[in-house]
T-cell receptor, first 112, second 118 residues
């Protein structure tokens, strides 16, 4: 069955430390890939996207993600987190049908 | 920067009542969507809308739901007779649509409407 998996429900990271959030997908073809962030009480903000080409994509707020076809993964990274990065992060995929399918989300807590 | 707006931010209604959730997509966007997120669960696709008709809908989007673009700016989701299980955050999204012949999935989301059915 087609699915998007975010294995980590909750991650706690110290301010200034690096962050990596995992995302795996299970689809017959390579989907379009996205990361969204949701701060408390806010909507979903697009961090970055992958359609094709360079497998390392840069996004807003200092985030980057790497598409690895062999692993069906699209992991999100940030070299040095800030307290304002505390939020919920969603991986999403799109196929040729214009809808997005979301993972369950990873909540990131940043400690001082 | 253009953004998707939604009203109201919070709606409380009694079971069996009709509700209309409103969205103003980004002005040059052609595709419109509704998603919902039940507390503690995934964001789920409900429906996509293009050229004044539904292009795709999920199994959640049954006869109790309808969408409309009543004018050139608003996009609405109506729930005819709300149930307790309709309580959720409802997100509207929009995207440019086809760009250069390729589907263009970059969807921009509004802040959501929290619907509480009592």
């Amino acid at each position: 069955a087609q699915s998007v998996t975010q294995p980590d429900i909750h991650i706690t990271v110290s301010e200034g430390a690096s962050l990596e959030l995992r995302c795996n997908y299970s689809y017959g073809a390579t989907p379009y890939l996205f990361w969204y962030v949701q701060s408390p009480g806010q909507g979903l903000q697009l961090l970055l996207k992958y359609f094709s080409g360079d497998t390392l994509v840069q996004g807003i707020k200092g985030f980057e993600a790497e598409f690895k076809r062999s692993q069906s993964s699209f992991n999100l990274r940030k070299p040095s987190v800030h307290w304002s990065d505390a939020a919920e992060y969603f991986c999403a995929v799109g196929l040729n049908d214009y809808k997005l399918s979301f993972g369950a989300g990873t909540t990131v807590t940043v400690r001082a | 920067e253009p953004e998707v707006t939604q009203t109201p931010s919070h709606q409380v209604t009694q079971m069996g009542q009709e509700v209309i959730l409103r969205c103003v997509p980004i002005s040059n966007h052609l595709y419109f969507y509704w998603y919902r997120q039940i507390l503690g669960q995934k964001v789920e696709f409900l429906v996509s809308f293009y050229n004044n008709e539904i292009s795709e809908k999920s199994e959640i989007f049954d006869d109790q739901f309808s969408v409309e673009r009543p004018d050139g700016s608003n996009f609405t989701l109506k729930i005819r007779s709300t149930k307790l299980e309709d309580s959720a955050m409802y997100f509207c999204a929009s995207s440019v649509g086809l760009a250069g012949g390729l589907p263009y999935y970059e969807q921009y989301f509004g802040p959501g409407t929290r619907l509480t059915v009592t």
